[in-house]
């Protein structure tokens, strides 16, 4: 099925372990971004990219890291996981180029820092 | 600096009768406005937009408005379904910059 898939679904990581949630499109989209839903907060912009080979930081960085080799793929890399970055994390791709400014999501990787 | 605020974490409406959700923004370059969707253990879903050269944009049982002047727009479902239970994002907006700052959400329940 087309759209956005993030892996895993699920993950429980200790204090200062290191992992990578995966996100993946294959509708050719432009722009993909992270973003973080904490209860009362919204959804908060962790990175963004506007293609392939360049990034950039949103509202709230600090404790991540993204590339993007690829137009498919957007990695999200946490260094030393903190349980401030327990969280649900939502990938998303869009392509302005078509005039609609709205964003697939995918269905979320819900991580506990313990 | 919350730029998008829904000032109402959650709303109750009776089936049949109109849903009224609320959204303000404070940033006066933000030109493109959505709602989206959103189900327990599913990502957001979008749901309608609008610009900001028009003031209304209907689809079906949904209707955003939109009130530059007072910097707020909000969602109106009529009638209410049950299926139409689910938290609601607002989210603005620049043509052209695709980032999109997101409000906070308000959880809409229906009751039959």
């Known amino acids: 099925n087309a759209g956005v898939t993030q892996t895993p679904k699920f993950q429980v990581l200790k204090t200062g372990q290191s992992m990578t949630l995966q996100c993946a499109q294959d509708m050719n989209h432009e722009y993909m971004s992270w973003y973080r839903q904490d209860p009362g907060m919204g959804l908060r912009l962790i990175h963004y990219?506007?293609?392939?080979?360049?990034?950039d930081q949103g509202e709230v960085p600090n404790g991540y890291n993204v590339s993007r080799s690829t137009t498919e793929d957007f990695p999200l890399r946490l260094l030393s996981a903190a349980p401030s970055q327990t969280s649900v994390y939502f990938c998303a791709s869009s392509n302005a180029g078509t005039g609609h400014y709205g964003y697939t999501f995918g269905s979320g990787t819900r991580l506990t820092v313990v | 600096d919350q730029q998008v605020k829904q000032n109402s974490p959650s709303l109750s409406v009776q089936e049949g009768r109109i849903s009224i959700l609320n959204c303000d923004y404070t940033n006066s370059m933000f030109d493109y406005f959505l709602w989206y969707k959103k189900y327990p253990a599913e990502g957001p879903t979008f749901l309608i937009s609008i610009s900001s050269i028009k003031d209304k944009n209907e689809d079906g049982r949904f209707t955003v408005f939109l009130n530059k002047s007072a910097k707020h727009l909000s969602l109106h479902i009529v009638p209410s379904q049950p299926g139409d239970s689910a938290v609601y994002f607002c989210a603005a907006g620049i043509q052209g910059a695709q980032k999109l700052v997101f409000g906070q959400g308000t959880r809409l329940t229906i009751n039959p």
């Open positions: 990219s506007v293609g392939a080979g360049i990034t």
